[in-house]
C-alpha cells in the first residue's frame, strides 16, 4: 500500500463545532483539537462549523429517516455522510447543549448510522458533562457508538492563554486517549460498512 492510498483509507473525522452564539469560546476550543487531530497519522478530518451551514430548526413532519433526498439539507447531509466518525466540541447551556445543535443531528438521520463520536465538553463547573450525558443518548438513537472518553474542559476561558492551554500535558492525555478510541472504532465500524455495502 502506499503512502497516499494509506491516507485515503484512514478514516475520516468530521470535528463538529456546536456553539453558534456571539462571542462564543468554543472557537478556541475547536482549533486546539483540531491541532490534536492534525498530528495523527491515522486519521484525517475537516472541521464543520455550524454557523457555515444554512439549518432551520428542524421542524419536517416525518423523522429524519423518512426523509426524501430534496428534503435533507445539502450540503449537511454530504459532509456528514462522507465522514467515518465524529468529534462534536460542546458548550453547556442550562444542563444541556446548543439547540443548533440538536438541530443539525435531527435534520439528517442514515449518514449518521454505525460510526464512531466522541465529545469535547466545556463549561463551569461540570465542563460540559451534563450536556454529554444528555448527546450520548441521543447519539444511540442516530445508531452512533459514543466511545468512552472525552476531553472535559472546567472553565474553560481560564485554561487558555490567547489560544493555548496553560496544561496541555494533561488535556493531551485526555484528547489522546480519546482519539486512539474514536480511531479504532472508526477504523472497525469503516471496514464493517463497507463489507456489508
Given amino acids: 500500500m502506499t503512502a497516499e492510498s494509506a491516507v485515503a483509507a484512514n478514516p475520516h473525522i468530521l470535528l463538529v463545532l456546536a456553539s453558534t452564539r456571539e462571542g462564543r469560546f468554543g472557537e478556541t476550543v475547536a482549533r486546539w483539537i483540531g491541532a490534536v487531530l492534525e498530528q495523527r497519522a491515522d486519521l484525517t478530518f475537516e472541521l464543520a462549523d455550524l454557523r457555515d451551514f444554512d439549518l432551520p430548526y428542524y421542524n419536517q413532519p416525518v423523522p429524519a429517516s423518512m426523509l426524501t433526498p430534496e428534503q435533507q439539507p445539502q450540503p449537511w447531509t454530504s459532509t456528514v455522510g462522507r465522514s467515518d466518525g465524529f468529534v462534536i466540541v460542546s458548550p453547556e447551556y442550562n444542563h444541556g447543549y446548543p439547540a443548533p445543535l440538536k438541530s443539525?443531528?435531527?435534520?439528517v438521520y442514515h449518514e449518521w448510522n454505525?460510526?464512531?463520536?466522541?465529545?469535547?465538553?466545556?463549561g463551569g463547573w461540570s465542563g460540559g458533562t451534563r450536556a454529554v450525558e444528555q448527546l450520548r443518548q441521543v447519539a444511540v438513537?442516530?445508531?452512533m457508538a459514543p466511545v468512552r472518553s472525552g476531553v472535559v474542559l472546567q472553565f474553560a476561558r481560564r485554561l487558555?492563554?490567547?489560544?493555548?492551554?496553560?496544561e496541555p500535558e494533561r488535556y493531551l492525555a485526555a484528547a489522546g486517549a480519546m482519539l486512539d478510541d474514536l480511531a479504532w472504532w472508526a477504523t472497525a465500524l469503516k471496514r464493517a460498512r463497507e463489507a456489508t455495502n
Fill in 141 to 143: 438513537e442516530l445508531q
Fill in 104 to 107: 443539525a443531528l435531527d435534520c
Fill in 160 to 166: 487558555f492563554d490567547d489560544g493555548r492551554l496553560n
Fill in 114 to 122: 454505525r460510526k464512531p463520536v466522541a465529545f469535547v465538553s466545556y
